[in-house]
């Protein structure tokens, strides 16, 4: 086993699994002995990144490495940056011909790994989602996705029908052109969709979460859903602009009508639908200046090298060779 943060490349492999490692000290030690002993036509290899956990994953982590049956590759960021920023680490350090990302709660059965990847080659996609039956997750965290998925179609140029998986499997060429990317807000699947229009989907099965509960917390739900809508979209600025105008467009008429109505008619008081007008347009107002305000803090903060992480340490662990037995001469 060697630490570094630069080893030479490897042949290429026909497959890396990259895995983001948050709180999974439970459940990562399955699942990698599940995905060594897949058997891959041209080998694998497994990318653990482990994203500032503080439990102890990255212990479990080193032991996993220590006695590697396929190459594993360890890489301990220096603190939390989230799940898109710890895939995006780990795909600069793969060597496969093909790239699949998973999470670590075994929601996503290890089996599915190989029939995700032979999909892949027979299809020539250059990236192949997958989507499920029925998603095992908390209700509030569905509803998200669907809204997520929703705002997409619009925001990404999404094709009609695709569910934005984090189970997915990406061609090199992908691999390659995503990973140029090197601002401190990466969304994967926004970067994907900018990239290539050589998507495919497969159904897979997804399984209740066998330990512990869910890293995604609201905060960071909306937090990824503002990367995808204020960094690879100008639609929100659009939406400020046509709210805008609509708004113009409403009080120039709201104007002509009080014109009208002092002219020709008695003059109400009207004080609770001025305020009422006033509470709209002001908010409508904070709200554009907010959303211009994310652009200029993200530029800011992008221009500034505010970095998408940082690495502490690479590992990587090579599985240990049978020795030969010595010649015997008589």
Known sequence: MVDSLGADAAPDLALSIVIPVYNGADSIGELVEALEALEIPGGHEIMLVNDGSPDNSLAVCRKLAAKAKIPITLIDHARNYGEHNAVMTGL??????????????????????????????????DVVYTYYDERQHARWRNLGSEFTNWVANFVLDKPKGLY???????????????????????YIDGLILQVTQRIDWLLVRHLPRAVGRSNYTLRRLLRLW?????????????????????????????????????????????????????????????????????????????????????????????????????????
């Open 164 to 186: 934005l998986s984090s189970f997915r499997c990406m061609s090199a060429f992908l691999v390659r052109e995503i990973t140029r990317y090197d601002g401190p807000y990466p």
């Open 226 to 330: 503002m990367s995808m809508f204020v960094n690879f979209s100008v639609m929100p600025l659009r939406i400020s602009t046509l709210a805008g105008f609509a708004l113009s467009v409403i009080g120039g008429l709201g104007g002509l009508a009080a014109i009208i109505e002092a002219l020709f008619f008695a003059v109400p008081a009207g004080w609770a639908s001025l305020f009422v007008a006033v509470l709209l347009i002001s908010g409508v107002q904070l709200m554009i200046l907010g959303i211009v305000g994310e652009y200029l803090g993200r530029l800011y903060l992008t221009a500034n090298c505010k970095p998408q992480a940082v690495v502490r340490t690479v590992t990587r662990a090579e599985p240990a060779k049978p020795q030969a037995a010595p010649a015997q001469f008589g």
């Open 92 to 125: 600069r350090h793969t060597r496969g011909a093909h790239v699949i990302n998973m999470d670590d709660d075994l929601q996503n059965p290890p089996e599915e790994v190989a029939r995700l990847l032979a999909h892949a080659q027979k299809t020539g996609a």
